[in-house]
């Protein structure tokens, strides 16, 4: 398990002698950028990333010829030059070859820097991130390549940052072949390691098995197709100049095939996969490393086979790793990838803080150089010091920030709680305190399922609110007021092997001590609904039960009474004191029979017993149609309804028809009656001007509306999209009162 170690650290190793020897060396200010269209036969094109004032090299130059050494004639010929020396060097721009003198000094670091410094934060993050795993769990297959694949990017790529001068070719020393040493033999066997990475991230890949030959396959395989190809190409090219770019071109196609053999590695890998699980990890990591490929093929290595020009900028090739980068971040934060959750957070810290370090660090530098006039020496001094009294509060900034995209706000369980108190707070209906509930748990904790009981008095619960769907275990937290269960908050896992961790559990069960006195009230409010909503329906079926007895027993005994009468006095002689005391009886009862008719019309409209809902409130509109047209649908054979409901929603209606005859000046009237599920619905819709938004709602709407809240009901009113007013009652069935099978509505 120390080989990736000692590898790795290796090739750091190389990165760093090869850039210390880079920046110790007298050079012409000059960077040869990476791919075969820089290596001409004669020369080389040079770019230039800091040209001086006046005189030396500008970019886009073929240069030819160092110091009277022609680069056509081979490397090296040239002694090392020293720090002020000027060299004549033979440079083709627009015309003819032209001699330039080029003053060789030690190259500026911030120039180059600036040009690949998104490259250098890719390499610096997914280095940490594998010496992390690395550390923490060695044991782990995919560890090993990773550190390797890491390392070997964090070497090579430092160098390439720093570049290549064309001075370095006329003297041939350790700086040239370190540089290449790095860029292609370093870079080869990180592209290795990751064909090794790809084997190894799951427990048994059809091609590997245990196999330890393709292990080392895949880690030499790119390495010695470069070494063979340098010994194809090296009588091929003629030159030792041609030759390097040969081998330029050899490694971008290497570096192709193993992009597109991973890419084959990791579907092989998804298919023979045994377990969901590593399916599911797959999918994102393949995802990533296929992103990954046709970004670097699409955007750098196939333009650079084609054309020789590849373009995106010269620091832009570590960018299209970005989606191989996210596709670990996913896999680690939503399937726990090697157990390290907790690395890959600090890891996205860490890479947070370098990134923003590095940009501020050279716009800082810049800036002060710049505008200021301060020397190079100063400013990064300065900066320097700057950055590291900055560094503890971006840190814990940024930490912040990573915890709340990660975890939601687990870790400032005060907020939360007064945020959960500010919305309870501003629920001004209780029907909307349990969404209120699972929205703060949901947005809080970032999981994707939240849902909220009540408990309902027998030991068992019914839903009251939720939101998503569950994808993993769910946490039961129950809710208690004053030791007594009213509820529960049920909380799903962010997916199937990614539990609640200790902290979510405490935040739960902190917003479960708030939510239990909250629930307790709903209960309340529920109880004390259904206890108005059965005694307005024990009210409704005792007036049903009185206005039947009056209607059918009263009400004709009277009747019968007064023709008994009235017949008993044809049969007493006129002018007798008896027949006008049977006529004063007969005008009694028959006043009294007006008085029941009275009465029984007060306790329960006729027309619901004679003509059921929908003939009733027809019967209705049928009187009140004028200018206003009125329709009514309906089911014409309605289920046995409570009488409460069935007068509660005859109520609504007829008031909801003469305000729409009184007061819309519209043309149509439509009423809507209706039983689903356990409800029944009225709407009433008129095309009218709508009801007036500053206006106070008169008797009518408040009657209407108290109709519908006695049976446990809501009604509303408002103007739809297609304008005028539209009056909606919803009655609930099951708080009506008992049913009447006598007496359907």
């Not at 996210?326 to 370098?354: M, Q, W």
């Not at 008896?578 to 409209?605: C, F, M, N, S, Y």
Request: hydrophobic share 50%; glycine share 12%.
């Amino acid at each position: 398990m120390r080989a990736p170690a000692v590898v790795a650290v290796g090739l750091v190793l190389l990165g760093l002698i090869a850039t210390a020897a880079r920046l110790d060396t007298p050079a012409d200010g000059s960077v040869l950028r990476l791919g075969w269209s820089t290596w001409n036969g004669d020369g080389v094109h040079v770019d230039v990333p800091d040209p001086p004032m006046t005189g030396g090299l500008r970019a886009g130059d073929l240069v030819t010829s160092v110091g009277g050494h022609r680069l056509a004639d081979g490397l090296g010929g040239v002694a090392d030059p020293v720090e002020g020396q000027v060299l004549a060097y033979v440079v083709v721009r627009a015309g003819p070859p032209a001699a330039v003198p080029v003053r060789m000094q030690r190259p500026e670091p911030y120039p180059l820097v600036e040009g690949g410094w998104g490259n250098l934060v890719f390499v610096v993050a997914l280095a940490g991130l594998a010496v992390a795993l690395h550390v923490r769990r060695p044991d782990e297959p995919a560890t090993g390549p990773l550190l390797v694949t890491a390392a070997g990017l964090l070497g090579s790529t430092t160098v390439v940052v720093f570049g290549l001068p064309a001075s370095a070719l006329a003297t041939g020393g350790p700086e040239l072949w370190l540089f290449h040493l790095n860029v292609i033999g370093a870079y080869c066997i990180a592209w290795g390691a990751s064909l090794a990475f790809a084997l190894r991230i799951t427990r048994d890949h059809p091609w590997y098995r245990g196999r330890r030959g393709v292990l080392a396959a895949a880690y030499a395989g790119p390495i010695v197709l470069m070494a063979l190809w340098a010994v194809v190409a090296a009588p091929i090219a003629g030159s030792q100049l041609r030759w390097i770019g040969l081998l330029h071109a050899g490694q971008t196609a290497v570096v192709a095939a193993s992009l597109l053999l991973g890419l084959v590695l990791a579907v092989v890998s998804y298919r023979h996969a045994a377990d969901a699980q590593s399916r599911s990890r797959l999918r994102w990591l393949g995802a990533g490393v296929a992103g990954a490929a046709l970004l670097s093929i699409a955007g750098w290595h196939l333009p650079e086979l084609l054309t020789g020009h590849h373009p995106l900028p010269s620091g832009a090739l570590g960018l299209s790793a970005l989606p191989f980068v996210a596709g670990i971040g996913v896999a680690l934060r939503r399937h726990r990838l090697f157990d390290i959750e907790r690395l890959a957070n600090r890891s996205l810290v860490y890479a947070g803080v370098i990134a923003v370090l590095v940009v501020g660090y050279v716009a800082a530098v810049a800036l002060l150089v710049t505008g200021l006039g301060i020397s190079n020496t100063v400013a990064a001094a300065v900066t320097a010091a700057s950055a590291a009294l900055a560094l503890a509060p971006l840190r814990g900034a940024t930490q912040r920030l990573v915890n709340r995209l990660m975890y939601g706000r687990r870790d400032d369980p005060a907020g939360v709680l007064a945020d959960l108190g500010s919305r309870l707070q501003g629920t001004l209906l209780p029907e909307d305190v349990a969404p209120a509930v699972v929205e703060t748990v949901v947005r809080s904790l970032r999981v994707p399922y939240a849902a909220v009981d009540v408990a309902d008095g027998d030991g068992g619960f019914r839903l009251a609110a939720e939101r998503g769907s569950p994808v993993g275990a769910q946490h039961t937290e129950p809710l208690r007021y004053q030791g007594e269960t009213v509820g529960r908050l049920r909380v799903s896992a962010r997916g199937r092997d990614d539990p609640l961790e200790p902290v979510d559990l405490a935040l739960l069960g902190s917003l479960a001590a708030q939510a239990g006195a909250a629930m307790q009230a709903v209960r309340l409010h529920a109880d004390l609904a259904r206890s108005r909503a059965a005694l307005v329906a024990l009210r409704e079926d005792e007036r049903r039960r009185l206005r039947r007895d009056l209607h059918d027993g009263l009400g004709p005994g009277l009747a019968a009474i007064g023709l008994k009468a009235s017949l008993a006095a044809r049969a007493v002689p006129a002018g007798s004191a008896a027949r006008d005391l049977l006529a004063q009886i007969a005008a009694e009862v028959r006043t009294g029979v007006e008085d029941v008719r009275r009465l029984v019309e007060a306790l329960r409209p006729p027309a619901l017993d004679e003509l059921g809902l929908v003939g009733a409130v027809r019967s209705r509109a049928a009187s009140l149609a004028g200018e206003l047209a009125i329709e009514v649908t309906g089911p014409a054979d309605l289920p046995i309804l409570p009488a409460a409901v069935e007068t509660a929603a005859y109520r609504i209606a007829v008031e909801a028809m003469t305000n729409a005859v009184r007061h819309s000046g519209g043309r149509r009237c439509t009423v809507s009656i209706d039983v689903r599920d356990h409800d029944m619905t009225v709407d009433v819709h008129d095309d009218g001007t709508g009801p007036d938004p500053a206006g106070v709602p008169g008797v009518g709407l408040r009657a209407m509306r108290e109709r519908a809240a006695e049976v446990g009901g809501a009604c509303t009113v408002r103007s739809p999209a297609d304008g005028g007013t539209l009056v909606h009652a919803r009655l609930p069935l099951r708080y009506g009162g008992q049913d009447d099978p006598a007496h359907p509505g």
